[in-house]
Each structure stands twice: as C-alpha cells, then as structure tokens.
C-alpha cells in the first residue's frame, strides 16, 4: 500500500501517459524490420530507407528526403544549412521545442543566434512581433536573420494545430524578407488529422520540414527532414558530420514504412482518448483543463488552489496505483498514444474516487474499504 492510501500499480496495471515517444513498435513493424532489403547507407544508399524518404517527400509535397535518428538532429540540420553563415540569426517561438528542449544546439554546434518571439496560447507567434524581431540590414551591431521556425503541432501549447492559413502568412513574410521557413513537424500527422487537412497542405508554405515517425506513428527511430534536392544533398553532408549517418538503416525505414501505412488514420482514436481524458480531468475538483486548447493528444491539467496537493504529489500518487505522468510548473501533463485505450482512460481517471484534493475536508486519503472497492472494479 502506498503512503497516500493508494494501491502500488493497482492491480498490476501499468499505463503509461508520459509521452507518445513511449510507443513500442507494433508486430508488423517488427516483422518487416525482420525482412527490409538493406544496403550500406553511407557508402551509396539503402534501398528501404530510399523509398522511406521518397515517399515522406512525396507526402510533404517537396524535393526529397533524410533520415535522420531523431527530430533534434533534424531540426538542427535545417537550421545549419539554412543559416550556414556563422552569426547568422534564426526566429522562433518561445515555446518552441528548438528553443526549450535541444540544449542550444544551433549555437553550440553552428554559432547560429537564437531570436525567440512569445507564443501565443494557440502556439502561433504574432505576425507583428515576427516581423518586428527580423534583422535584415547591414548594421555591424545586428546579426543578420536568415531562418523562421514553426512548430506544428505546438507541443507545449497543448499540442494545438497551426493552421495551413497562418503558415502560408508567415511563409509570405518569411520570403518578402529573403528568408526561409522550416516547420518541426514531429507531430505533423496529428495535425493533418486533427484539422481534416493533407499534410503537403499544412507545410505547403515551408521550405524544409522534420517529420517524426517515432511518437504518434509509433516507429521505434527517425525522423525524415525533407525540402529542395539542393538542400537534402548539403543536409546529408552535415549528417555525416553530426554523426548521424548509418549503415544498413533500412531496418529501421522499413518500420517507418508501416508507421505511414498503419498508424496515421488511427490518431483520431488518441485525439478521442485524449479529450475524454481531459473532461474527465476537468470534473475533478482541484485540478482544471482549458478544453478550447484539447485539439490532438496532449493535455494539460492545472492543480489549482483548490488542491491539497501539489503537481508532484498527485503525479507520485497517481503512479502509485498505476499511471505515469508528468509535471510542468502547476500542471500535469497527459499524453495519449497507440497503447492507450479508451479503458485505460477510464482506469486513470478512477484514480480520483479513491483520492480527495480538496482541501479543509477530515480526510483525503482514501479508506481500505475504498481500495478494496477499485480493486474490485479493476482487476
């Protein structure tokens, strides 16, 4: 029994909400992994790999394609051959995974300056302000900006989708400015679902995207970066550099290949789970989801003063009886995904009858005699 009360991994059940990169990869993945015709990739190219990045281009309406072993990788390629004058300046959001979670690297590896510009709660930057951050004169004071990137969906947002009308306005200022765009695409596909619109649509304006086959589609490794023949042969060389050429990769591609065939349809079922998770969220006295902001598979739930317990007491308690989760400031975060099913969800959310966060209440724990009760209901 756990310190609040809880029983440890109830039942023997573990579900697991952290993150869509969490995903296994599925039988048939595996079996076409067991099988994929493969060459050395280095040397001169691989033949399933080859038609992973033909076929992701082909999706994405550009040139060609890179795999590369992740979405960090991509997107620091993009940002390396577009600015590939040291000093130059790239513009992104400040919520942006580039800025917040890949360690700086378009300035450690390739002195590239970082311009932020504040995220709006839908994830998109104001064009004003966009606008505004570019530096485009000769001033010996300023560098000089040479990229604008968007992140599609907007993770940290709320994985909130940006639509293809905003893109094609920013491609506009990006090009009036002789500036390109690059799109982080790693949930891509989850925004093409969840607005009902083609993907090549919602990067039509871009001039190179990262896709990620790992989290939503469920593929173990990758990501393919793609855009103009041009820039796929200068990417392929900085790849190389960065470490990030393979040999006989096809065994990952060819998992790829079953991610597109079988795992992108099916992210409306996340989308579902995700938004009964989050009303279920939102009943719970102590905690508050904005469901405007519930568009795709991430969620999340704020722990407001109403809350006997802090985000990281409800998190450790939560996985106590079986869940995993995450915390972020004042919130919890809850990510659904291929092995989350719509039961899963309602095992999650039963965690909240066993536990109270309300405050000035006798007790806010819960009884034996409730413990008993949800054992019952989920073994």
């Not at 001169?44 to 550009?62: F, S, V, W």
């Not at 040139?63 to 600015?83: D, R, Y």
């Not at 992210?267 to 009964?276: E, F, P, Q, T, W």
């Not at 450790?316 to 400031?329: D, N, P, Q, S």
Request: charged share 20%.
């Amino acid at each position: 029994m756990g310190s609040l009360g809880i029983p440890d991994a109830a039942c023997g059940r573990l579900v697991d909400f952290r993150s869509d990169t969490v995903t296994k990869p599925t039988d048939a993945m595996r079996a076409a992994m067991a099988i994929a015709e493969v060459d050395d990739d280095v040397q001169g190219g691989d033949p399933t790999i080859t038609q992973l990045q033909n076929e992701i281009a082909h999706i994405m309406g550009k040139e060609a394609g890179l795999f590369v072993p992740s979405g960090t990788m991509g997107n620091l390629i993009a940002v390396l051959v577009h600015c590939d004058t040291r000093g130059s300046e790239v513009i992104m959001g400040t919520e942006s995974h580039i800025s917040v979670y890949e360690q700086g690297g378009v300035s450690t590896l390739g002195g590239v300056h970082p311009r932020t510009v504040p995220n709006n709660s839908d994830g998109t930057m104001d064009l004003s302000k966009l606008e505004a951050a570019i530096r485009y004169e000769l001033d010996d004071h300023f560098p000089i900006t040479r990229l604008i990137c968007l992140e599609n969906t907007q993770a940290r947002c709320g994985g909130r989708c940006i639509s293809a009308e905003y893109t094609d306005k920013v491609g506009e200022l990006a090009k009036s400015y002789g500036l390109q765009l690059h799109i982080d695409g790693a949930r891509i596909f989850n925004a093409s679902v969840a607005l009902g619109v083609a993907p090549e649509r919602l990067v039509r304006a871009a001039d190179t995207v990262s896709v990620c086959l790992s989290k939503g589609l469920g593929a173990p490794v990758g990501t393919v970066l793609v855009g103009s023949n041009e820039f796929i042969i200068k990417a392929r060389r900085l790849r190389k550099a960065l470490g990030g050429g393979m040999r006989q990769v096809g065994i990952l591609g060819a998992a790829g290949l079953v991610a597109l065939r079988d795992m992108v349809d099916r992210l409306a079922v996340d989308h579902a789970n995700a938004r009964l998770m989050a009303e279920g969220l939102n009943a719970v006295k102590g905690l508050r989801v904005d469901m405007s902001i519930v568009e795709t598979n991430i969620v999340y739930a704020e722990v407001t003063t109403e809350s006997a317990l802090t985000p990281k007491e409800i998190v450790e308690a939560w996985k106590k009886y079986g869940v995993l989760t995450l915390t972020w400031g004042r919130t919890i975060r809850v990510v659904t995904h291929y092995h989350i099913t719509e039961d899963d969800v309602r095992f999650a959310l039963r965690f909240f009858d066993t536990i109270s966060l309300q405050k000035n209440l006798e007790c806010s724990v819960p009884s034996t005699q409730n413990d008993t009760k949800l054992a019952a209901q989920c073994c």
